[in-house]
């Protein structure tokens, strides 16, 4: 089974606005982190987040799928 890491740097002082974002936004079945200024999703793949309004993010996100070994 492949899964789908998605992580965001928001821009400064827009990390909530980020999270709900992104919560809005997610697939249902995805499970969101965050932490200061970082906010992840990780879904099984096939999953897809389409990108933030550029004001809410420092950086465009990354994206990448991985498999689970254990």
């Given at each position: 089974m492949s899964w789908v890491m998605w992580e965001a740097k928001a821009a400064p002082?827009?990390?909530e606005a980020l999270v709900e974002w992104l919560l809005s936004s997610a697939p249902e079945h995805a499970q969101?982190?965050?932490?200061t200024d970082r906010v992840v999703l990780i879904a099984e793949a096939p999953a897809s987040v389409e990108?933030?309004?550029a004001a809410l993010v420092?950086?465009?996100p990354h994206r990448w799928e991985f498999d689970r070994l254990r």
């Open positions: 002082g827009q990390t969101v982190y965050r932490s990108d933030p309004p420092d950086r465009p």
